[in-house]
Each structure stands twice: as C-alpha cells, then as structure tokens.
C-alpha cells in the first residue's frame, strides 16, 4: 500500500479543498462521489439559458479560504457583490424594505435598535470573540442555553421577531426553538457583518472548476470504512463489495450518510453522526414571466406568521447575470420543522402552499408563474440544539485517536461553505502536517 495514497470519500467542497490541498504536496488524491456531480449542497439548475442556484446561495466576504480558491480557479471576474436590499410583508399587510447599509432599523422600533446596539458592543465587540468558522472553544452557559432564554425582555420581542428569528430561519433554515444561544452568536457574527457575494456561473461553478484539478470518481457510494489491526486502511465500495485500499480516508460527507460507513470499532463516532439533525426541505422554483424589483433580491414573510416558506430569492435580482430572460425567478425556501410533512407529498401538493406563501411575500406571484419544479434537499443545513456543540468537541477529541481516517464536515466547525473548508483544511494537516489557508 502507497502510503501517499488518499480516498475522499465525497466531492463537497469541503472533500475537493482537501483534495486539492493534498494534491499540491504531492499526495495521489481519489474522491469517490456517490452522485453524479461535484458540489454537495451547491446545486444549479438550467432552464432554456437561465441558471439557478438552488443550494447555496452566496459566499460571505470572510470566506477566505472560498475567496482564495475562487481566486485561484480563475473564477474572481464571475464575482458579484449582492447589493440590493430585502423586503418584510408585515402582518397588517404594509411592507418594509430593509437597507443593510441604514444602522437604523425601522422594525426593531428605537428601544430595539438601542437594545441590538448594546448586544453588540456587549457581546461582539467588547465582550467573547468567537472564532469565525471553527468550533474550538466550550462554552457551557451559551451551549446549554436555548437562544430565547438570552432574550427574556418583554422589550425584546421585536428583536426576538425580526432579528433572532430571521438569523435563525437565515442561517439554518429552521426555527429558533431549535437552536442554542451559542448557535444564534455564531450566526449573528457571521451573517450581520460580512457582505454576499455570488458567482455569475453559478454558486456551483466553483466546484465544478475545482473538480476539474482532481480525479472524481462519479456515482460510486462508499458501503463502508475497512479496517486492519485498529487502522482505516481503505474503503469498500457498495457496487460490488470490491475493497480500495489507501493510506489514509477522508470522509467528507454529511454526517448522516457517514455514519452508516463506520466499523464496529468506530461505534463512538457512529453514534455522533447518527445525531446530527439536518434541515429537510422540498425548494419550489417559480420561473415568471416578467422581471420583479430589481432593488429587492430577498422577500420574507412577517417572522411572527411563521409560515411554511419563510422567505424567498429572487435570482434575476441577486445574479442578473446568470438569467438572460430577464425575466425574474423565485426559490422559495422552507423552514424547518414547518416543511417536514411536505418533503414526501407530490410537487403539486408543495407548489401549491409555496405558491399560498410566496403570494404573501409578493401579491399577484402566482399568476406570473410560467414554469414550476421543485427540488428536494435532504441536507439544507444541520441544526445546533442546546449541548450540540459540546457534543462537536467530544467527537473532535475522539477523532485524534484514530489512525488512517480523517472527518470533513461544516458541521464540525459551523455549518458554512468556509467552514467545511476550514475542516477541510485540519484533515489535510493531520494527513502532512500542511492544511492551506486556515483561518479563524
């Protein structure tokens, strides 16, 4: 066995950063795909010229390591910086556009803009820095504490509205209630500060350039980890039961579809991957016959109706580029847990109550429709709990010990594009002790 040989078993951009890494020092690199295309959860769909991103929806300006291989791909004159701005229909049927250049915000009304401006100074700037993109640190009172209990305020119930449950639908695509304070900080750095910026190929197109570099092995599923004398020392493959040796595996694919993999021996690790919680949800995408505002790249629907599909993007807005119809497109995204009845009835039956949301979002949508399909992500984002990111430290800890394998996964450091690259980045280190750009 060739010791600088390398398995990554999925073709993520968190399993290609690693591959790519290894590859530049030298190491023969193959990734095993169980799909039929590179990318994970950035995914693009065509329709008669236009292209829609229908995963990820953007790279934030701290992504360095995502910037870094943009850069380096060849793919820096594809970057746009989103510039429009986002706009609530409110319960009582008025709406409201929200610069984020304005500091002041009309919906948390003046007690709630002093009161985020606070919460800023006093726990961002001044107070804990949490490191962007890596879980590093335990932090027990924030991680056992559900995100609501750090707002008990009767004054805060605007922020709680439309700041706590925005970021949480925003970030995770899930309701607050299921998320830890620790989470919601994370998120609340990540998302209030940095700029959006997407590619006009598409979020995907990143992927498909980086997988280009490397040598993919498409539609081949991994059944499991195979092990000799308490080591990894390869993989066998679910098509024929046939065993690809190598001298160390990563595996770079969502925690759920990784835990099936693990040996006997590795029944700690399995039980971890078994409990990571992923939003599910089927994405409606509305292809309309004309162009909407092209100032409003994001619709939402009041936070406090708590509908099934909570906001929505318009693609002709975000990335005009990418739609030469001119006409507008709209993916409606669902919140979890409101979207898990829906994720085995029939598109009709989704469309319908997309439709029933998105109308709210913006009167007269539903009969500008011209084209509808739908996509169904079993993996949208995973969810962090109160103790969940306890749980990521004991696995992390665990993980040291094992000898052959490596994990990658933006669960790992904080569910993001830059996050499994950040993992990306340690599982390459531990491989030959170099792991590109990792930043903090």
């Not at 193959?30 to 693009?44: F, N, W």
Request: aromatic share 10%; glycine share 8%; hydrophobic share 40%.
């Amino acid at each position: 066995m060739e010791s600088r040989n390398v398995i990554i078993v999925g073709a993520g951009l968190g399993g290609l950063s690693a591959g790519y890494w290894l590859r530049q020092r030298g190491y023969a690199v193959e990734i095993l795909e169980a799909s039929a295309q590179p990318g994970g959860r950035t995914v693009l769909l065509e329709r008669k010229g236009d292209r829609v991103d229908i995963g990820a929806q953007f790279y934030h300006s701290n992504f360095h390591n995502a910037l870094g291989f943009i850069d380096a791909m060849n793919l820096g004159s594809t970057k746009r910086t989103i510039s429009g701005n986002i706009r609530y229909a409110l319960e009582d049927g008025s709406f409201f556009v929200f610069d984020r250049r304005n500091p002041y915000n009309k919906l948390l009304g003046f007690r709630g803009n002093l009161r985020m401006y606070r919460f800023i100074l006093k726990f961002l700037l001044f107070g804990r820095r949490l490191p962007h993109y890596l879980i590093s640190e335990d932090m027990p009172d924030w991680d056992s504490m559900e995100v609501f209990d750090g707002f008990t305020s009767p004054h805060d119930r605007p922020m709680k509205d439309f700041l706590v449950t925005v970021i949480s639908m925003g970030g995770t695509s899930g309701l607050p209630e299921w998320m830890s304070y620790y989470c919601y900080m994370r998120h609340f750095s990540n998302i209030f500060f940095p700029n959006y910026i997407t590619l006009t190929g598409g979020i995907a197109s990143l992927a498909y350039e980086m997988a280009k570099h490397l040598s993919v092995r498409y539609e081949t599923p991994v059944r499991k980890l195979v092990t000799e004398k308490g080591r990894v020392v390869g993989v066998q493959l679910e098509s024929n039961g046939s065993v690809k040796k190598a001298g160390h595996v990563i595996v770079a694919t969502t925690p759920p579809a990784a835990a099936p993999m693990m040996p006997e021996e590795m029944e700690e690790q399995r039980r971890f991957l078994e409990s990571v919680t992923y939003v599910q949800s089927p994405m409606p995408i509305f292809f309309l016959d004309r162009p909407l505002d092209r100032n409003i790249w994001c619709y939402f629907n009041d936070p406090k109706l708590r509908k099934t599909y909570g906001y929505a993007i318009d693609e002709l807005s975000k990335a005009p580029e990418m739609i030469p119809s001119g006409k507008s497109v709209l993916v409606g995204f669902g919140i979890d847990p409101l979207t898990l009845d829906l994720m085995d009835k029939p598109d009709d039956v989704v469309l319908k109550k997309a439709k029933e949301d998105i109308e709210l979002m913006i009167p007269g949508s539903s009969k500008w429709i011209e084209d509808a399909r739908v996509h169904r992500h079993k993996f949208v984002n995973a969810l962090y709990p109160p103790g969940a990111h306890r749980s990521v430290l004991d696995f992390l800890e665990g993980a040291k010990t094992l000898r052959g394998v490596s994990f990658v996964s933006s669960v790992l450091c904080g569910e993001a594009i830059e996050a499994a690259m950040v993992s990306a980045a340690a599982a390459v280190r531990r491989v030959c002790g170099w792991g590109g750009v990792l930043t903090s």
